[in-house]
């Protein structure tokens, strides 16, 4: 089952903080977020496993809180660079595959 | 290291033609994914291969096929084109383990465009 990622859409300026969120209505082995750049392939940004924990590196870090299923990406003092579709996706128990949710889009302005 | 590569990068066909795109995973790297990625449907999965065998399949009709090859190489095989399989069909590659991906990185080709008309 796909995850649903909120919101869809979000627009901020250089600088400003960022959150987006990944829910699931099925129990999670873990949670994983890529980067997509317009025109170009995703790329892993970082693995969450079943556990409640927290990761990041630089100024990105995700959450994952296992009993309300929902996994949330923090983008602190965002740069331009962090630009891009993000997706998340999720191994549900008993499931074998990696499901993505349809994406986030940030746009950072100057 | 060479990253994925996917081939041909574009492709146009009409409706009812058959279609083969082709991915070479990193070298070493034993899984294969194939996803379609349509705006605002995000990345539906397809199916992974894993050291020759289907591993798992995604909820497409029998139209979409795969194999894998001993040097790891996959292929995804699109037969009666709709036009509804117009996407960016993109391939992911992992060295995996054989319990499944739960904790493994994917690394992405930048994918092949399909029109279909």
Not at chain 1, 38 to 64: N, R, T, Y
Not at chain 2, 49 to 62: A, C, D, I, L
């Amino acid at each position: 089952q796909q995850p649903v990622q909120s919101p869809q859409a979000v627009i901020l300026r250089e600088g400003e903080d960022a959150v987006i969120n990944c829910s699931s209505s099925k129990a999670l082995y873990s949670v994983h977020w890529y980067r997509q750049k317009h025109g170009e392939a995703p790329v892993f940004l970082m693995i969450l496993l079943k556990g409640g924990e927290q990761k990041g590196h630089d100024k990105i870090s995700a959450s994952f809180n296992e009993k309300k299923q929902q996994s949330s990406l923090y983008l602190t003092a965002s740069q331009l660079s962090y630009s891009g579709t993000y997706f998340c996706g999720t191994f549900g128990e008993g499931a074998q595959k990696l499901v993505f949710g349809q994406g986030t889009r940030l746009t950072i302005n100057p | 290291k060479a990253g994925v590569t996917q081939t041909p990068r574009y492709l146009i066909k009409t409706r009812g033609q058959q279609v083969t795109l082709s991915c070479s995973p990193i070298s070493g790297h034993r899984s294969v994914s194939w996803y379609q990625q349509t705006p605002g449907q995000g990345l539906q999965f397809l199916f992974e291969y894993f050291s020759e065998t289907q591993r798992n399949k995604g909820n497409f009709p029998g139209r979409f096929s795969g194999r894998q090859f001993s040097n790891s190489r996959s292929e995804m095989n699109v037969s009666t084109l709709e036009l509804g399989d117009s996407a960016l069909y993109l391939c992911a590659s992992s060295f995996a383990r054989a319990n499944g991906l739960i904790n493994e990185k994917l690394f992405f080709g930048s994918g092949t465009q399909l029109s279909v008309l």
